[in-house]
């Protein structure tokens, strides 16, 4: 089960479709969790190779000598405490696939007996005196390792590289999607929730803003994780701040030390329409130097009168013409104008939808993913569920 639903994950679920219908090798590069063995899963699952077995290796964590021997089998006697023959892994995935994980972490002679094995498709059982058959295996690799340093660095065979990466899918940090947390994160409140038989808490709009805003270094393992202890937690209804854990919970001092002090203020209404008139001053303003002011007004208006926030406010950013609190302030007055929603800021800032990731990445790297929560009307009651 793959789920998510951004540009991202839809565009993963095409290259999956891509490589199921092939028999070629594939290379999946992603950092720790994000779904590496999902994605190759999905790929056996969906490929012509369905009927036969997936079988899962990790190359990391297993003395070299007895990844060979898993991988090819060996011959009675060939080592202490090998008292019959065995049939390896990649046998036992005859007409099937075979998924090894963690490539980066290989020795060099199993880089050399895989590259030998990727050029003749025979086993050599360990310990045996000659090949015993051919077998028909799809190779599925994945690394969370850059192959190309490593191969600079001379760590990993550029030869072996080549043959592994014929098909190459790259899974994004769940960071780079955001729009795949909540998803997620109600995904596996249900499955934990009927595992434990428990009721499935909601999430207060506060405690989703701050899943949205955490960088989630450990990806969907470390979100499922949590998930898990949340719905064990038992909250009564919804999820609030209060039950996060702490390193989720400081998502939000992350922010500008600026965008802190917007609560203490009440918050406007959302506008009926969208208006490109400058918008008023905040709270936020109150702590640019007069030359700042002007300078977020002046880009400000620029946007008003029709430019688009990469030529005038990115642009002078990376031009080191705007300050990080400067940048802030007009996203701030933006979210003001929009009452908290960033589709709309697209639109006040005439960028395409289409430009709503890297716009978001871009407002993430720079801290400056002001948290919506602070820009909306609050409703009455605690336990009010996100859509
Ligand atoms: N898109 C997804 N939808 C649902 N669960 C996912 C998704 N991606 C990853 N997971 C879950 O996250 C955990 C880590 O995934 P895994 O494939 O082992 O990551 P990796 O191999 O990249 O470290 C697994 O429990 C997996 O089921
Ligand atoms: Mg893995």
Known sequence: MLVGDSPAARRLHDEIAGAARTHAKVLIVGETGVGKEVVARRIHAQSARRDAPFVAVNCSGIAETLLESELFGHARGSFTGADRDTVGLL???NRGTLFLDELGEM????????LRFTETGEIQPVGADRPAGRVDVRLITATNRDLPAQIAAGAFRQDLYYRLNVIQIVVPPLRDR???????????L?????????????IHPDAAQLLIAYAWPGNVRELKNITERLVLAEPDGAITPDHLPSEIREARATLP????AAPGAPPPAPPAAVSRAPAPPTVMDAALSEHGLDRVASLWNRMAAGEDFWSVVYAAFKARELTRTELAAIIDRGL?????SYTMLLKVFNL?????????AFLYQ???????????????GRTRRVA
């Open 91 to 93: 046998r036992q995935a």
């Open 107 to 114: 020795s060099a002679r199993m880089q050399a007996i895989l």
């Open 178 to 188: 955001a729009e795949d947390i909540l998803p997620l994160v109600r995904h596996y």
């Open 190 to 202: 249900e499955r934990a929730g009927a595992a434990h038989r428990l009721a499935v808490p909601g």
């Open 257 to 260: 030390p600026l965008s802190l």
């Open 336 to 340: 003001h104008t929009t009452g908290g």
């Open 352 to 360: 395409p939808p289409a430009d709503y990731k890297r716009f978001h």
């Open 366 to 380: 720079q801290e400056c993913n002001l948290p919506v929560a602070l820009y909306r009307k609050r409703k009455a």
